[in-house]
C-alpha cells in the first residue's frame, strides 16, 4: 500500500491534531472525509473535507476515524466496511489522551506495520 492514501475521518479537533501529527511525520494525508455534508467540500487545517463515499475509487485507503463517542466510531466503521474496506484498513482514535502519550508513537508504529500487511 501506498502511503499517501490515508484519510482521516471526522473533521474536528481530535481529527484535525491526528491530521498534524502524521503530517510531521512519515504520512502524507490526502484529506479528511466526514459525514457532515456542511463540511463536505470545507477545508480543514489546508486539507479538504470530502464525504466517505470517494473511498469507492480509491482501493488501497488507510482510514483513522477520530471521534470521541465509542458508538458513532463503530457507526462509521460499518459505513467503512459496507463501502468496501477491509477491518485492516480502519483505525480509531476516540481521544486525545492517545495524542498526549507515548500511544500515539505506537500507533505510528503500528501503521508501519499495517502498511508492510496491505
Given amino acids: 500500500m501506498e502511503k499517501e492514501n490515508v484519510y482521516i475521518h471526522c473533521a474536528g479537533l481530535l481529527g484535525g491534531a491526528v491530521a498534524r501529527i502524521l503530517k510531521d511525520g512519515e504520512y502524507n494525508v490526502k484529506g479528511f472525509i466526514d459525514n457532515n455534508k456542511y463540511l463536505q467540500d470545507g477545508y480543514l487545517l489546508g486539507w479538504e473535507i470530502k464525504s466517505p463515499d470517494i473511498l469507492k475509487d480509491v482501493p488501497n485507503a488507510l482510514v483513522i476515524i477520530c471521534h470521541t463517542n465509542k458508538d458513532t466510531c463503530n457507526e462509521i466503521r460499518i459505513q467503512l ?26 500507533f505510528r508504529n ?4 499495517l502498511f508492510a500487511k496491505i
Avoid at 503500528?110 to 506495520?113: A, I, Q, R, S
Fill in 81 to 106: 466496511k459496507e463501502l468496501g474496506l477491509k477491518e485492516n484498513q480502519i483505525r480509531i482514535i476516540n481521544n486525545l489522551t492517545d495524542i498526549e502519550s507515548m500511544e500515539l508513537l505506537n
Fill in 110 to 113: 503500528g501503521l508501519n506495520e
